[in-house]
C-alpha cells in the first residue's frame, strides 16, 4: 500500500497519494476546507504541540497511485520516524505504521473483517433502511421505485430493502440501475446507452422513486439533464416524480457544473446524517485569502477555479480581491456545516488524538526517549498469539498435516461454495436461488433465464414469424384473387387454401414459445403447433393422392373412379388431422405439461421452461408427423410423371426432403442445448420447416401466375412432356 503521508523533514509533514481532483470528488470543496480547518485548529490547540500536521497541503502534494482498496476508499497510512523529534533519519528511510482507520464511506463492505481498526467517516447504512419504510408508511406510499448503483453496494442495498417493503406492504414496482461514474469521460459513453428519460423512469404509475447512490451519480444525472437540454432543446425537464434519496447523496458541485441547475430534484426527501455547527468554522470561511499565504497553492488553485479568475494575472481575467466564498452559490459551495464536512471534522481529531497517544512521553520507568516506531510497546493493545493468520471469507480451514490442531491452512472454498464468515471451518452450498460472487463469500439471487420478446434473440424469431406470416398471407391473396385462373383450379383450390391457412398459424404459434412461460402456454406450445403441422402435411397428402388417382382413373376399365372427388381429400384431410388430436389428447389427459424452475442446469440463472409431461408422448408426436412426411413424399414420388401443369410431385418431394431434414436436425439439436436456447432451437425449427413447405410449393405457382401469365391458360392443359 502506498504511503499517503509520510516525513520529509523534522517539521514538514507531506500528503501522498489523493491527488485534488480525487479528492474534490470524494469530498467536495466543503469537505477539503473542512479538512483544512480541522487541521488548522488542531495545531492551534496543540494536541499537537510538537506535531506540524499538513502545513500546506498542496505544496507537498506529490502525484503517486492512490492506495485504493475495494470501492475506492483511500486508506492513510502513516510514515514517521524519530527525527521528527530532532534526530535525523537514518539513510533517509520511512517506516510505515498503517492502516490508520477511517474511510469516508463503507455502506457495505464489512470492514471489520479486513480493517479491525477502521474508524467509519459515515455510518452504517443500517439504520436508513427503517426509516426509508417508516417513510412510505407515513404517507401511505405502496408503489415505489427503486433505483440503485450497478455495483455490489447497489445490489446489497436493492437485496435488503426489497424484503423489508415486502414486509410492511409495500411494492417495489420499478427496480433500475444506474452505472457508478470515477471520471468525466465516462458521462457522454452513458449517455450513447442510457437516455436521462430511460434512467429516471417517467413511468405514470409510479410517483415515488427511492435512489441509491454514491455521490458523483448526481453528477452524471445532472449531466444527461444537461446534454437532454442541448440535444432536445427542452429548457424545463421535469417528470413531476418524488425522490427519496440517501445520505449518501450530495448535491454540491464541482467547478465544472456550477451552471448546472438542480430544480430538477425539487421537492426531493433526503436522508441526513447527524451535524454539528462548529464554533469558528464559519469565520474560517469568511476570512480566507488566497493572497493571505503565498506558499497556500490548493486555496489558489480553488480559488481561480471557483471564481473565474486569476490571481497571477497571467491568463484570464485578474481577481479583483472582492471575491468571497459567502458569493458563490450554494449548489457550488456551502458556508454552514454539513454532515460530511462534520465527520471530515471528527476524522481529523481522531487522527491527532492517535498520533497524541503514540509520541506523548511515556512514564519515567520507560527509557525517556522518544519512541522510534519499530520499538512501539503495545501497552493498549490487545496482543495476538496465533500459529497462523485467520481464514478471511471465501476461505475455510484445513488442518496441517505434522502441525497441531490450532494451525491450519486457509484453502479457497470449492465451485458452487463459500464461507461468509471468519475461520469456518467447512465451506457450504449457496440455496438454490442464490449463486456464489466472484470472491465466494456471499450468494447473490440467480437471474430468470427464458427466451424474452425485449432480447435480440427473441426479437429476431418475432421479425422471422412476422415476417413469413405476411408472406403467407400475401401469397393467399394473390391465390384468391386469381382463383379463376386453371392454375389454382387444377390443383384443388380448397386444399391450397387449407394449407395456406394452416401454414400461416404454424407461423404464429412460435409465439407461444417466446415470452416468461406460464401454465396455459404449457399446455398449448406443443399440441398446437403439432395439431396444426398435421394438418398442414395432411394437405399435402390429400393433395398429392387426389392428383394421382385423378390420373390413374383416366384408364380405361379403372374402379379408381369412385375415388375421385372431394371425399377422399376430405377424408384424408380429416382423418391425418384427427388422430394427431388424439394422441395430443391422450399426452394432455394423462401426462400433460407442467411450468418447471430447473435452478442446477446453469450455475447462475434460474431456467423457467415448460417439461413435457411424457418425452415418449413429445415424440409420439414428432413421430406421426414425420410418418406424414415420408408418405407425402413416397406419393409424390410416384407421382412425378403426371403432365407439367399438374407437376406439383417435384415441388413437394422438394418440400417434404426440407421438412425432414429440419426435423431430424432439430433432435440432437434439442437434446444438446439448455435453458432458453432449447426453446429458440424448437421455435426455428417450426419456422424454418414451415418456410420450407411455403417456398417449394407456392413460390413457382406465384411466379408463373405474377410473371408468367401466358403458361396459366387451358392450352396448358393438355400438354404433356
Not at 420447416?689 to 411455403?694: K, Q, T, V, W, Y
Request: with cysteine.
Amino acid at each position: 500500500m502506498q504511503e499517503m503521508l509520510s516525513v520529509s523533514s523534522p517539521s514538514v509533514w507531506r500528503l501522498r497519494g489523493p491527488v485534488w481532483e480525487n479528492m474534490s470528488r470524494t469530498w467536495g470543496h466543503p469537505g477539503l476546507m473542512q479538512l483544512l480547518f480541522g487541521q488548522v485548529e488542531v495545531v492551534a490547540s496543540q494536541i499537537l504541540a510538537q506535531l506540524w500536521l499538513v502545513k500546506h497541503l498542496w505544496k507537498h502534494l506529490e502525484w503517486e497511485n492512490l492506495a485504493v482498496l475495494t470501492y475506492s476508499f483511500i486508506i492513510p497510512c502513516l510514515d514517521y520516524c524519530d527525527s521528527l523529534h530532532g534526530s535525523a533519519c537514518e539513510d533517509h528511510s520511512e517506516t510505515t505504521v498503517g492502516p490508520f482507520p477511517f474511510f469516508l464511506f463503507a455502506p457495505v463492505m464489512n470492514a471489520s473483517t479486513h480493517l479491525p481498526f477502521l474508524y467509519r467517516m459515515m455510518p452504517s447504512d443500517v439504520v436508513q433502511y427503517s426509516g426509508i419504510v417508516q417513510l412510505l408508511r407515513h404517507f401511505q406510499w405502496t408503489w415505489v421505485g427503486i433505483i440503485a448503483t450497478d455495483d455490489d453496494d447497489g445490489e446489497k442495498f436493492v437485496q435488503t430493502l426489497t424484503p423489508l417493503l415486502s414486509q410492511h406492504g409495500i411494492c417495489p414496482a420499478i427496480i433500475a440501475n444506474i452505472p457508478t461514474l470515477s471520471h468525466y469521460l465516462n458521462y457522454m459513453d452513458l449517455f450513447m446507452k442510457k437516455s436521462p428519460r430511460s434512467i429516471l423512469l417517467t413511468s405514470s404509475e409510479v410517483n415515488v422513486f427511492i435512489l441509491y447512490a454514491e455521490s458523483r451519480t448526481i453528477t452524471c444525472i445532472k449531466w444527461l439533464i444537461y446534454i437532454d437540454k442541448l440535444i432536445e432543446g427542452n429548457e424545463n425537464i421535469s417528470v413531476n416524480k418524488i425522490w427519496i434519496m440517501t445520505a449518501h447523496w450530495d448535491f454540491s458541485s464541482d467547478i465544472l457544473h456550477k451552471n448546472f441547475e438542480i430544480q430538477f430534484f425539487h421537492g426531493a426527501l433526503s436522508f441526513a446524517i447527524h451535524s454539528n455547527e462548529v464554533l469558528g468554522f464559519t469565520r474560517f470561511l469568511q476570512v480566507v485569502d488566497p493572497q493571505s499565504d503565498n506558499n497556500d497553492r490548493f486555496i489558489q488553485v480553488f480559488w481561480e477555479q471557483a471564481f473565474g479568475c486569476s490571481l497571477s494575472g497571467n491568463t484570464g481575467e485578474e481577481c479583483t480581491g472582492q471575491e468571497k466564498l459567502g458569493h458563490l452559490p450554494g449548489v457550488l459551495f456551502e458556508m454552514s456545516m454539513t454532515s460530511q464536512s462534520y465527520r471530515i471534522y471528527n476524522a481529523i481529531y481522531v487522527l491527532a488524538h492517535a498520533l497524541y497517544k503514540i509520541y506523548k512521553p511515556r512514564p519515567e520507568t520507560r527509557d525517556r526517549g522518544h519512541l522510534a516506531p519499530l520499538n512501539l510497546q503495545p501497552w493498549q493493545v490487545q496482543p495476538l498469539s496465533l500459529c497462523n493468520e485467520n481464514c478471511h471469507p471465501g476461505y475455510s480451514r484445513r488442518k496441517k498435516e505434522g502441525k497441531p490442531f490450532c494451525c491450519y491452512d486457509c484453502v479457497p472454498c470449492a465451485d458452487g461454495k463459500i464461507s461468509d464468515q471468519m475461520d469456518i471451518d467447512d465451506c457450504f452450498q449457496c440455496p438454490e436461488d442464490r449463486y456464489p460472487n466472484k470472491n465466494q463469500d456471499q450468494c447473490l439471487p440467480k437471474r430468470i433465464n427464458f427466451l424474452s420478446f425485449s432480447e435480440p434473440l427473441g426479437i429476431t424469431l418475432i421479425f422471422l414469424a412476422l415476417t413469413l406470416s405476411l408472406i403467407t398471407f400475401w401469397v393467399l391473396w394473390i391465390f384468391t384473387s386469381h382463383r379463376n385462373t386453371p392454375i389454382v383450379k387444377a390443383n384443388n383450390q380448397d386444399l391450397t387454401y387449407y394449407l395456406l391457412i394452416s401454414l400461416l398459424l404454424c407461423f404464429h404459434s412460435s409465439f407461444l414459445f417466446i415470452g416468461k412461460p406460464q401454465t396455459l402456454t404449457c399446455y398449448l406450445r406443443q399440441t398446437t403447433f403439432s395439431i396444426i403441422f398435421s394438418v398442414a402435411v395432411s394437405c399435402i397428402l390429400a393433395k398429392t393422392v387426389t392428383v394421382l388417382l385423378a390420373f390413374m382413373a383416366t384408364k380405361p376399365g379403372s374402379r379408381l373412379r369412385k375415388w375421385v372427388g372431394k371425399r377422399l381429400a376430405n377424408f384424408i384431410l380429416l382423418g391425418g388431422s384427427l388422430i394427431q388430436a388424439g394422441i395430443c389428447a391422450i399426452w394432455l389427459w394423462i401426462f400433460p405439461p407442467f411450468l418447471d424452475f430447473d435452478f442446477h442446469t446453469l450455475a447462475e440463472d434460474i431456467v423457467v421452461e415448460c417439461k413435457e409431461g411424457s418425452d415418449t408422448m413429445f415424440y409420439c408426436v414428432l413421430g406421426y408427423l414425420g410418418f406424414l412426411a415420408i408418405v407425402s413424399f413416397i406419393v409424390a414420388f410416384l407421382a412425378k410423371k403426371l403432365p407439367d401443369i399438374f407437376n406439383e410431385a417435384k415441388f413437394i418431394t422438394f418440400s417434404m426432403l426440407v421438412f425432414c431434414s429440419v426435423w431430424f436436425s432439430f433432435i440432437p439439436s434439442y437434446l444438446s442445448t439448455k435453458g432458453k436456447y432449447m426453446v429458440a432451437v424448437e421455435v426455428f425449427s417450426i419456422l424454418a420447416s414451415s418456410a420450407g413447405l411455403l417456398g417449394c410449393i407456392f413460390f413457382p405457382k406465384c411466379y408463373i401466375i405474377l410473371f408468367q401469365p401466358m403458361l396459366n391458360s387451358k392450352d396448358q392443359l393438355t400438354k404433356r412432356k
